[in-house]
């Protein structure tokens, strides 16, 4: 298979793997306070980073501020972050998350690991393994070439 066939064939799959994660994430199953995308998207960084500045969270995923001030308008309503000056002396006041944010946080993240294990429910441990390894290269690959590295722990 040439190169360009191998590469038609990532791109089909990261489309359809992107559709069921669209899916996944609209979070229809997981109950009346299920997060909204973005609020998950956010408070895992919120909570891999510690407490983050609008603008961090605007360079961090490549997004307007008034985007990401809408969005964080909306979680601090909702009681999922609160403000806080910078605990490193900074100007602008930080968003930490709230107790109620991480409660809702993990309760997602155990609702998407758990359809994650019906779908590979007969992987062997090599396969997982596997797999997050390719998918963290690919991902760091990207982050690498867009200049924002999400953090690890």
Do not use: C
């Amino acid at each position: 298979m040439q190169r360009h066939e191998e590469l038609a064939l990532i791109e089909r799959e990261m489309m359809l793997l992107a559709r069921h994660q669209v899916l996944a994430t609209a979070r229809t199953n997981s109950g009346p306070d299920a997060l909204e995308r973005s609020a998950y998207t956010l408070l895992s960084r919120i909570e891999t980073e510690g407490p983050l500045t609008i603008g961090q969270l605007a360079e961090a995923f490549g997004l307007d501020t008034s985007t990401v001030n809408r969005q964080t308008a909306a979680m601090l309503r909702a009681g999922l972050v609160d403000r806080i000056p910078d605990p490193d002396g900074g100007v602008a006041r930080k968003l930490r998350i709230t107790e109620e944010g991480l409660r809702r946080l993990r309760q997602d993240r155990d609702w998407s690991i758990r359809g994650l294990a019906r779908v590979v429910s007969d992987w062997t441990s090599d396969d997982l393994a596997e797999f997050a390894e390719v998918l963290e290269r690919f991902n760091r690959d990207i982050e690498r070439i867009q200049g924002r590295p999400w953090p690890r722990g």
